[in-house]
């Protein structure tokens, strides 16, 4: 089982940046593929990112794609999101999850198994 914990979040100006961060515990975390994703007021949520166990490969939704990376440190049980040139509709909370089967790099909810309680990101115009 893995545990995760997301923080970074806040509130910036359009054009900004920030640096989503996703604990994890358990010492299986190098194993799974991770993701992130995001849902905004009244809407389902989404795939943002995904990357493969070793970080090796990444994949991303083309909303964010050239703005966002993503990457990971297996040795801090740790994934990142790194979020540039913000827009408003970026306003979302934004959960990281943790694949099942821990090897695929999914971009549907139902592909992942374990998830964290969301951070919210406000980008104000």
């Known amino acids: 089982q893995v545990q995760l914990v997301e923080s970074g979040g806040g509130l910036v100006q359009a054009g900004g940046s920030l640096r989503l961060s996703c604990a994890a515990s358990?010492?299986?975390?190098?194993?799974?593929?991770m993701g992130w994703f995001r849902q905004a007021p009244g809407k389902e949520r989404e795939f943002v990112a995904t990357?493969?166990?070793?970080?090796?490969?990444?994949y991303f939704a083309d909303a964010v794609k050239g703005r966002f990376t993503i990457s990971r440190d297996n040795a801090k049980n740790t994934v990142y999101l790194q979020m540039n040139s913000l827009k408003p509709e970026d306003t979302a909370v934004y959960y990281c999850?943790?694949?099942?089967?821990?090897?695929?790099?999914?971009?549907?909810?139902?592909?992942?198994?374990?998830w964290g309680q969301g951070t919210q990101v406000t980008v104000s115009s």
């Open positions: 990357i493969s166990w070793s970080g090796a490969n990444t």
């Open positions: 999850a943790a694949a099942n089967p821990p090897r695929l790099m999914g971009v549907q909810s139902k592909e992942y198994a374990y």
């Open positions: 358990g010492r299986t975390f190098s194993s799974y593929a």
